[in-house]
């Protein structure tokens, strides 16, 4: 009777052991995803921004870049660390002052930094208002009043997401005519020119 009750007590013991044992265990494993979900939510990765515009054509160099820390979970794959030399490479896509670097702004391919600077006279109410040299437009090519009549020209996208390099402010002011210049991949400038010579140019912003 007496073994009876000892191994009753002995197993009661084991229990209320074997309880507080696997408590503690989950609380420690509480504290644990919680100190882990912490810390990755105050990783930060250190990537590359800008300092200052850079248009299409600027080859980068060390002056125009700051490294910075920012919280990027899902993207980060998507800009260049500051581990990743991007000294030399050649911008394909505007960056605006103080944006982070993308993969897909940047080239090293030799062929890239061929740009020209290609000034145009457009009409004033061909171009938005407010626009301002440091801007991207998309320049469309419409038919000349005498060409509407042609089923085979039609109104078309020439190119897309092109920088403005200056506008002539006085003759903006004056209106008519506004002196612009853009800056065009070389391959893409007869074919502007073709353009301008039998169509109506129209500058429209292009959507960032």
Do not use: C
């Not at 644990?32 to 939510?41: G, P, R, T, W």
């Not at 800009?79 to 982070?100: H, M, R």
């Not at 000349?144 to 003759?171: A, G, M």
């Amino acid at each position: 009777m007496a073994n009876t009750i000892n191994m009753n007590k002995l197993s009661n013991f084991y229990q209320r052991n074997s309880r507080s044992a696997f408590a503690l265990l989950l609380i420690a494993l509480s504290i644990l995803s919680a100190f882990f979900i912490v810390h990755q939510s105050n990783r930060s990765d250190l990537v590359w921004a800008t300092r200052v515009e850079l248009p299409l054509g600027e080859v980068i160099s060390a002056g125009v870049l700051r490294a910075t820390h920012v919280r990027l979970p899902e993207n980060g794959a998507n800009y260049f660390s500051t581990k990743q030399s991007i000294i030399g490479a050649t911008v394909i896509k505007a960056i605006s002052p103080n944006d982070l670097i993308p993969f897909r702004s940047l080239s090293r391919t030799s062929g890239a930094t061929s740009f020209r600077s290609v000034p145009l006279q457009v009409s004033t109410n061909d171009l938005p208002a407010d626009l301002m040299a440091g801007e991207s437009v998309d320049i469309y090519s419409l038919p000349l009043q005498s060409n509407i009549s042609q089923d085979t020209f039609q109104v078309s996208q020439v190119e897309e997401d092109i920088v403005v390099e200056s506008l002539d402010s006085k003759s903006q002011s004056l209106g008519g005519a506004i002196g612009v210049v853009l800056r065009l991949k070389e391959d893409r400038v007869i074919t502007l020119f073709a353009q301008t010579a039998r169509s109506r140019i129209v500058l429209v912003r292009s959507a960032r």
